[in-house]
């Protein structure tokens, strides 16, 4: 909507107030972004009747407040005692909703997609939706007491859903990744791998769309300033998935609503500060930058350029999967919503033969089953739930970091460990699904328990080290 017809809606409000009627700005659900332009004249007028003061005070509501609206009185104005909005008072909204207007333009609100912690998020997610492709210069540090430990520049170029080149500079040396949405080729100074099962493993770190699932799946998004990054003004959020959390921070463009910088608190001393430093939004691109022409077209062949050549994963079909677990009861039980996207058969990994990928509905929602027929020893974190199904152990947590180093950031995961084989689950942050997964496979709850009942058992708490 723009600024315009949002001054002509909030000045009908305003009449409708003064007049006692209901608000014909609720009849069209596209007015319904301006709730918080209607609250602000509604708390106004209700502070001055109660005051029994004139004029427009000197706080405002907060952009990004996350309280709704108050609907205690309807929307209508209070009455007198004797039962009709008295004169003055009804001089004064109009007065008040008026000077409202003005404020809110001078400030911006009226041009701005933020208008409430849901807002922020839902405009950022729908400017990524709206996303097709980027390039830019982003730096990657990662900080310790302040102090920069770790410092690499990439030059990335992405395409959705899974197409990127990204050139990655660090400590002298020059790493290229070339995904074409389906394998991943990286190519450094003396050897060139093939991953064929996880394109995008290497993109977690720096990726728009990281940053913008980070702040969806946050329980509380508030403003805290704006700043100018790459010329752009950009607004300062705060966010942090649960209360007690420290808080991290990111930057979001106010033109395009995407992000251009998060600061990633990782732990109370260390931070994980992602920057553009140049970018571009849908710029137009050659296909052939997706694609890496491997030595005589096939794997395995070795060159004088790059005598390491190797096949780190390959895909595979359903039908070579063998696992001691009930395959049948593990495709059975998949969630709605779900498809199997690729089979992966995991040549070099250490734990596990198998990977089951499956993907939801939108980029974002997946679900990676990891198979293994020789089981390990059941070891947990202190920061995992853990308990007992079907003659095994189970370990559980919602926010892990960096899983497996596949998954960088933030994931949910559940393990299983039987003697006869291992399951591992891997999805969203904060989601549910993996240990209601399992529950489904094994058909029966997860008996919770202690570490203490764990070590009953035989099975120690894991070794806190001094200093972490």
């Known amino acids: 909507m723009d600024k315009e017809k949002q001054e002509q809606v909030l000045s009908d409000f305003i009449d409708d107030l003064i007049e006692e009627k209901k608000p014909g700005a609720y009849d069209s659900e596209e007015n319904r972004e301006m709730e918080k332009l209607f609250e602000t004249v509604r708390a106004v007028k209700r502070t001055r009747e109660d005051q029994g003061q004139a004029g427009v005070g000197h706080e405002k509501a907060s952009r990004f407040s996350s309280e709704p609206g108050d609907q205690r009185s309807g929307g209508r104005p209070r009455k007198s005692k004797d039962g009709k909005g008295s004169g003055p008072f009804r001089r004064f909204a109009l007065v008040a909703a008026a000077a409202a207007i003005l404020l809110f333009a001078f400030i911006g609100v009226l041009d701005s997609p933020f208008t409430g912690q849901d807002n922020i998020v839902e405009a950022v997610v729908k400017a990524y939706e709206e996303l097709e492709s980027y390039e830019g210069v982003v730096e990657v540090q990662s900080r310790r007491d302040g102090v920069v430990d770790f410092q690499e520049t990439v030059n990335i170029t992405y395409q959705k859903p899974w197409k990127y080149s990204a050139v990655h500079q660090f400590n002298g040396v020059e790493m290229k990744n070339v995904s074409n949405g389906d394998r991943l080729v990286t190519i450094m100074p003396n050897s060139v791998t093939v991953d064929n099962v996880f394109p995008e493993k290497e993109l977690w770190r720096y990726h728009i769309g990281t940053q913008v699932w980070e702040l969806k799946n946050a329980q509380e998004v508030e403003e805290v300033g704006e700043e100018t990054l790459l010329g752009r003004e950009a607004v300062v959020l705060q966010y942090r998935y649960e209360e007690g959390e420290e808080y991290s921070r990111m930057w979001i463009d106010k033109r395009t609503n995407l992000p251009l910088?998060?600061?990633?608190?990782?732990?109370?001393?260390?931070?994980?500060?992602?920057?553009?430093?140049?970018?571009?939004?849908?710029?137009?691109?050659?296909?052939?930058?997706?694609?890496?022409?491997?030595?005589?077209?096939?794997?395995?062949?070795?060159?004088?350029?790059?005598?390491?050549?190797?096949?780190?994963?390959?895909?595979?079909?359903?039908?070579?999967?063998?696992?001691?677990?009930?395959?049948?009861?593990?495709?059975?039980?998949?969630?709605?919503?779900?498809?199997?996207?690729?089979?992966?058969?995991?040549?070099?990994?250490?734990?596990?033969?198998?990977?089951?990928?499956?993907?939801?509905?939108?980029?974002?929602?997946?679900?990676?089953?990891?198979?293994?027929?020789?089981?390990?020893?059941?070891?947990?974190?202190?920061?995992?739930?853990?308990?007992?199904?079907?003659?095994?152990?189970?370990?559980?947590?919602?926010?892990?970091?960096?899983?497996?180093?596949?998954?960088?950031?933030?994931?949910?995961?559940a393990k299983w460990i039987t003697p006869e084989f291992e399951i591992f689950m891997v999805t969203n942050h904060g989601s549910a699904l993996p240990e209601a997964y399992l529950e489904n496979i094994a058909r029966e709850e997860i008996q919770y328990v202690t570490p203490e009942d764990l070590a009953e058992e035989g099975i120690e708490p894991p070794i806190i080290k001094e200093g972490h």
Do not use: C
């Open 261 to 413: 910088k998060k600061q990633l608190s990782i732990h109370e001393e260390s931070t994980l500060v992602v920057q553009f430093t140049e970018l571009a939004v849908n710029p137009s691109l050659d296909e052939d930058i997706f694609h890496y022409v491997l030595e005589e077209g096939e794997l395995g062949i070795a060159s004088v350029e790059h005598p390491d050549f190797r096949e780190l994963n390959r895909q595979g079909q359903m039908a070579e999967v063998e696992t001691a677990a009930d395959l049948d009861a593990v495709l059975e039980q998949l969630p709605e919503g779900y498809e199997l996207f690729k089979v992966g058969v995991l040549k070099n990994d250490v734990f596990f033969d198998y990977v089951l990928r499956y993907r939801g509905a939108s980029e974002r929602d997946f679900l990676d089953i990891y198979l293994s027929s020789n089981p390990r020893e059941f070891h947990y974190s202190l920061d995992s739930r853990v308990g007992k199904l079907a003659g095994g152990y189970v370990e559980i947590d919602r926010k892990a970091w960096n899983v497996l180093e596949h998954y960088i950031g933030e994931s949910s995961f």
